[in-house]
């Protein structure tokens, strides 16, 4: 296969979108190092079975507890009948029970459709249908929501689910994770039959897209192995290392950043299911935590805890974060007040960390820029028309290649095709530039895309939802800045004659309608026309420069 035969109409291994020279590169190269998550667990728990592995809460599971659990979990999952290739979604907090799923998964060569706790009806039937997922493992509540009720209510629309697997107390025929875990251990060699090749698909994530509807991300075994890998060599994390992480193991980040290094290096993972600066600073203080990756806000509100200096923070050294611009000042007070680096980073769920500011980079481009190009991974920036790549300084697309892309979007050839060309580079829709020293500067975004603090939601899909409502002849989704979340949505809308619309009337129609609660517009500006091109399409710049100065101006 020669780079213009990519076509993109598989993505289910990397022989269907790279060449085997390429492949062979990436292997010889120490990117694909051919291991599953599973192999590092089970090293673990051979090596240093009663190392702490996991605390969660008032739990701590040691290395041989958490390789057990997962051993009981996949002889429960293969006796339901679930058979090596099926889809099984996790929907699951930063809980132990998370990595318990994941692992087990592994082990009886299932594959993982991973969705947030934030997901509601709307998003979870989509992505388990768009898998033909076989079942689910859900909590009973997490933060006040029934997700029982929920799966109850949409299990009808979802034609191949045969599970619901709950953390908690089960609903009608339904199974507890605690029922699978009765199972008896017979120990990892009862598995090696099932385990999966590592260059096969092993988890979909789902991300927001600019059509409307999320889009499946595929990553091998092999692939989401290597943006952990890579920082862990750059940042010198090991099994000494204490991995904090708040962000949700449903997200790329924690679950690469939290669940991924930890296992690799042979750590230990402390988890924060809910987002508090106060206890965030409790655990780092309490467990000595060395590292974490998540979003801006966190670190900006730890920063602003009144009794900061309380805390002994002495241990922690690097809180890596991307997904918005990180203000030099942030950088700044992270090391003069916690005492470490706050490492600028770029990545996408496509292709998680693949730039990072090193610990030993110079202080003018930690606190200035985006990072410069982990070992393997090719960047360059490319003007928008022809994707030629500009000279250095210059703004345009940012695009990546290597072993840590993903294969393609799941089932969806045309989208992979918007996404990749027919090299392999993965463009990523940001504006940036690049200097003489290959350090990225994250400019703006070409994607039309709301970064609620660090969660992408598609402003076209929640335009369709909000063009649902009865009252609403147009309407236009835009980002709008925030102080705490970086952004939030606003919806600019045309009402049908005669009809009227508040903000809490909306919020209770998209409530209705299972719409997950982030997505949900969090200002409505009701108007009598919007801007317009003269070929019919909205002029969103001009919406979004209006509630802009709006809010600058402290207009309510």
Not at 197 to 202: A, L
Request: proline share 6%; aromatic share 8%; with cysteine.
């Amino acid at each position: 296969m020669n780079s213009g035969q990519r076509k993109y109409d598989k993505v289910t291994h990397p022989l269907d979108v790279y060449t085997p020279e390429e492949i062979r590169a990436f292997k010889q190269g120490g990117y694909w190092v051919d291991k599953r998550l599973v192999d590092y667990l089970e090293f673990n728990a051979r090596t240093y079975p009663t190392k702490v592995a996991v605390v969660d809460r008032d739990r701590r599971v040691t290395w041989a507890e958490l390789n057990a659990r997962a051993n009981r979990i996949a002889a429960g999952l293969i006796a339901l009948g679930l058979a090596p290739g099926d889809f099984v979604g996790i929907q699951l907090p930063n809980w132990v029970e998370f990595l318990d799923v994941l692992l087990a998964l592994q082990k009886a060569g299932l594959r993982a459709v991973i969705m947030q706790t934030i997901y509601r009806a709307r998003d979870v039937v989509y992505m388990l249908n768009k898998c033909r997922a076989r079942a689910i493992v859900i909590p009973d509540q997490f933060r006040g929501f029934d997700h029982i009720a929920m799966l109850e209510q949409a299990r009808g629309d979802i034609p191949t689910l045969a599970h619901a697997i709950v953390v908690g107390q089960p609903g009608v025929g339904m199974h507890s994770l605690a029922s699978l875990m009765q199972h008896p251990d017979a120990g990892d060699a009862a598995f090696k039959g099932l385990l999966a090749d590592p260059d096969t698909i092993f988890k979909v994530c789902f991300t927001s897209g600019t059509t409307g509807l999320p889009k499946g991300v595929v990553h091998t075994h092999n692939t989401d192995m290597v943006p952990p890998l890579l920082t862990a060599r750059s940042v010198g994390l090991d099994r000494d290392t204490v991995f904090w992480m708040p962000s949700p193991i449903a997200h790329t980040t924690g679950l690469l950043f939290g669940v991924y290094d930890a296992v690799i290096c042979g750590g230990t993972l402390v988890l924060q299911d809910v987002w508090d600066p106060e206890l965030a600073l409790q655990l780092i203080s309490r467990e000595r935590a060395v590292f974490t990756v998540s979003a801006t806000p966190f670190i900006a509100a730890m920063l602003d805890v009144p009794n900061l200096h309380k805390y002994d923070l002495s241990s922690f050294k690097y809180f890596l974060s991307g997904g918005a611009p990180i203000p030099p000042a942030l950088v700044n007070r992270a090391k003069e007040e916690m005492g470490c680096l706050l490492l600028r980073v770029f990545g996408q769920s496509e292709a998680p960390i693949h730039t990072l500011n090193f610990p030993q980079d110079p202080w003018d481009k930690i606190t200035s820029r985006d990072g410069r190009p982990l070992e393997g991974c090719k960047v360059r920036i490319v003007d928008l028309e022809r994707k030629r790549e500009l000279p250095r300084g210059e703004i345009g697309e940012y695009a990546t290649w290597g072993p840590h892309v993903f294969l393609g979007y799941f089932e969806d050839p045309e989208l992979t095709r918007a996404a990749k060309d027919d090299e392999g580079w993965y463009y990523s829709g940001d504006l940036c530039t690049m200097d003489e020293q290959d350090y990225i500067l994250y400019v703006d975004r070409i994607k039309d895309i709301i970064n609620r603090g660090g969660v992408k939601i598609s402003a076209v899909e929640v335009e369709s939802m909000v063009m649902e409502h009865p009252a609403v002849a147009k309407a236009s989704v835009v980002a709008m800045p925030d102080a705490k979340m970086v952004e939030k949505g606003c919806a600019f809308v045309m009402l049908k004659p005669g009809a009227t619309l508040t903000l809490p009337d909306l919020a209770s129609f998209l409530e209705a309608k299972g719409v997950t609660r982030q997505k949900w517009p969090e200002r409505l500006e009701v108007v009598t026309e919007l801007p317009m091109t003269p070929t019919g399409k909205i002029q969103k710049n001009l919406l979004r420069d209006r509630i802009r100065d709006e809010l600058a101006q402290g207009k309510a």
